[in-house]
Structure formats: C-alpha cells, structure tokens
C-alpha cells in the first residue's frame, strides 16, 4: 500500500521559518513528482508547490513565490518544503502527494501537517 | 489564474438519490480536470481524472463529464459514505487551482 507521511509542522512566529518533509513507503518517492497543496481551517484546498520526478522543475503559487523552496532529498527518498517569511495566513494543513501518472493531478495524499503561525 | 466556480455549495439528498454536482472553468480547459472527495478529518482522494477516468479502485457509481469550460460530476446513487465535500482541479495550466469545493449532506 502506498502511503506518504508529512512532518515538520508546528506553531512558528510571524517572520520564522519551518521545513515539511514528505516521505512515502510502498513506492519510491524518486520515481515521481511531488505536489504539496494546503488546506486553512475550515477552508478549501490552494496548490502550494510541485516538483518534477527529476527536481529540475518547479513549480509555485503566487502566493508563496519567494518564500518557500521544493526540494528533493533522493538519496533519503524524501521532499521539502521549506517555508521563510511565514505569515498568519500561510496556517493551513498541509498535505504531499504524488502526482497521478504523468498528470498534475495529487493522488496518495498524506494526513497533513499543521502548520500554524502566530505570535 | 484559472478559476473554478463550484455549484451549488451544498447539495442536500437522501441516500439513494442521484448527486450532480458542477464545476465551470473561467476559461477552456481542455478535458484537464479532476475531481476529488474529502471527508471530516481526512486527506483529499482523487476520484476522477480528465474529466471523466475513474482513478484506481474508485466505485462505478462515481462518473465525470463535460469538456471545455463546463463539466459535471455524477454519482448515480449515494451511498451513506459519500455524504462529503467535492472539489474540482484543473491541470491545463500553471498554477493549478481548485473550485470552492461542494459539501454533499444527507437531507
């Protein structure tokens, strides 16, 4: 069974930075391109982030252009998101996936991590 | 950005009774869209993809169409577990973006 696991959240001040990682058993994360999609209490779901299989794309919503960076880590089979200059309003549930095939569709998500910034 | 509008926000139906739910593209997207579920507490799962593929052990009561800028997701008679919110994506262009979602509740 595929499974992937986030990890990294936590309470961070305006201003700090937090890194999420992305894990996966059942498949090697490697072979696939990751997209990190976020979720604010009670809200709907925003596309973060994406990277391609190989790390040589990537890919991010306006509204974190410049602050956060995708990584790959391959010879620990896992992906980062490092977050900077992290806002209240970046709190949010967030969630890997890979993507679906060779389409930019998330499949296999993980249970999140939360993410929560406040003073 | 592409937008996803999402109709209607809540769709309130008795189990048995057959869900359509929409999702219109601000611009033409191709058969580019997928469809996901998410219930309480749990991670989003892919649904449909393209429009109208049915992902990986995905009942046969789930079915998508459309193409352009209007599509429709269809299931054709709810099961007590698919009472959740629905959310559209588009894959057609960068940034990829999601409908405001629809919450399917028993009447």
């Known amino acids: 069974e595929v499974q992937l696991v986030e990890s990294g959240g936590g309470l961070v001040q305006p201003g700090g930075s937090l890194r999420l990682s992305c894990a996966a058993s059942?498949?090697?994360?490697?072979?696939?391109?990751v997209i990190w999609v976020r979720q604010a209490p009670g809200k709907g779901l925003e596309w973060v982030s994406a990277?391609?299989?190989?790390?040589?794309?990537?890919y991010y919503a306006d509204s974190v252009n410049g602050r956060f960076t995708i990584s790959r880590d391959n010879p620990k089979d896992t992906v980062h998101l490092q977050m900077n200059s992290l806002r209240a309003e970046d709190s949010a549930i967030y969630y890997c996936a890979r993507r679906q095939s060779s389409a930019w569709y998330p499949t296999n998500w993980g249970q999140g991590t939360l993410v929560t910034v406040s003073s | 950005e592409i937008v996803l509008t999402q109709s209607p926000a809540t769709l309130s139906l008795s189990p048995g009774e057959r869900a359509t739910l929409s999702c219109r593209a601000s611009q033409s997207i191709s058969s580019y869209l997928g469809w996901y579920q998410q219930k309480p507490g749990q991670a989003p799962r892919l649904l449909i993809y393209d429009a109208s593929n049915r992902a990986t052990g995905i009942p046969a009561r789930f079915s998508g169409s459309g193409s352009g800028t209007d599509f429709t997701l269809t299931i054709s008679s709810l099961e007590p577990e698919d009472f959740a919110v629905y959310y559209c994506q588009q894959r057609n262009k960068w940034p990829l973006t999601f409908g405001g979602g629809t919450k399917v509740e028993i009447k």
């Open positions: 059942g498949i090697t994360l490697t072979n696939y391109a």
């Open positions: 990277i391609s299989g190989s790390g040589d794309h990537t």
